[in-house]
């Protein structure tokens, strides 16, 4: 396709590197909430280099390093963005851990901090751990000083949880989940339960969860959509609390770039810093979908130009 020009209020990127997420995939499926009109190209978070400005574009600048989360395109040579979407490099920060930085570590900083209001010596239980989200989740649960229990579906899962810092993992093909949280809690349960993955493991955790717990609800990786009996959170005093950051963004937009701020401060204080499972030419995208719908990546899978 012909390279676009960026209209008022837009800039034309030249695409160094665009990470794949679990929306990417829907999207080609059909199956996303958002439905762009066909033909469009995919990828929906990279970062690159401004090679074009549109009229009234004044916070970046022609040439600068930026990373972006916008619907599609990233998964191309060049693409237009948003000016208002688009979040300059902290200093330091690469093109890969640009492109993987935005949509993993926004999603678990709303969800953590405020939906979750999780707080210094509490008991954080991430489910799917070994994810782009789910890593994200630990690095900012033990930055506040939670206690961070990791679940995951592999031992080699299990162990990168521990990498980036998880007190306890659970191997939840091997165990009976709740018993297991049972066990690292004392009989307690987790303060937060950070759910990226629905499906059969829903009720178990939340069966398990503290009094006054919060259930955060980020996604549905496994497929089936739970459905939890409602005298569970009665009886536990408990939350269940709905995660959409794109929204929130939306609806917030002080709230969010403060958040962003505090992101990127953290990043270049060596607190955060994206698991990356690996890097791929963007003419291999075909294979790397095939990764990514297997769910074999161990945190963020990174397209490069």
């Known amino acids: 396709m012909p390279t676009a020009q960026p209209k008022a209020g837009e800039v034309l990127l030249e695409i160094k590197a665009a990470s ?57 040579t060049h693409t237009i963005a948003l000016a208002a979407l688009c979040m300059p490099l902290p200093p330091g920060m690469t093109y890969v851990d640009a492109a993987a930085f935005i949509m993993t570590y926004s999603t678990s900083h709303h969800a953590l901090l405020d939906r979750g209001q999780l707080k210094s010596g509490e008991t954080l239980l991430v489910l ?57 809690t004392g009989g307690k349960g987790p303060d937060v339960i950070y759910d990226p993955v629905g499906g059969g493991f829903a009720e178990p955790a939340f069966r398990s969860i ?38 929130f963004a939306r609806n917030e937009p002080k709230a969010n770039q403060a958040m962003i701020i505090e992101l990127g401060r953290w990043y270049e204080e060596g607190k955060i810093k994206p698991v990356i499972d690996r890097t791929m030419p963007m003419a291999e995208l075909k294979a790397a979908y095939a990764q990514m719908g297997s769910r074999s990546v161990k945190g963020k899978l990174v397209m490069v130009n």
């Open 128 to 184: 799917g751990a070994a994810g782009g989200v789910g890593t994200a989740a630990i690095q900012i649960g033990k930055t506040v000083g939670a206690r961070v229990i990791a679940a995951a579906s592999t031992d080699d899962k299990c162990e990168l949880c521990k990498e980036q810092g998880a007190d306890v993992a659970i191997n939840y093909s091997q165990v009976n989940l709740r018993e297991a949280i049972n066990a690292v």
């Open 20 to 76: 794949l997420n679990f929306a990417d995939l829907l999207i080609v499926q059909n199956k996303y909430q958002h439905k762009p009109e066909l033909p469009f190209v995919p990828g929906s978070e990279y970062a690159g280099r401004i090679v074009a400005v549109g009229e009234g574009v004044t916070h970046v600048a022609l040439g600068q390093d930026v990373a972006c989360l916008w619907g599609t395109g990233g998964f191309g």
């Open 210 to 247: 503290a009094w006054r717990g919060r259930y955060l609800v980020i996604g549905f990786a496994a497929g089936p959509i739970p459905s939890l009996p409602l005298n569970l959170p009665l009886l536990k005093g408990a939350a269940i609390v709905g995660v959409f950051w794109g929204n």
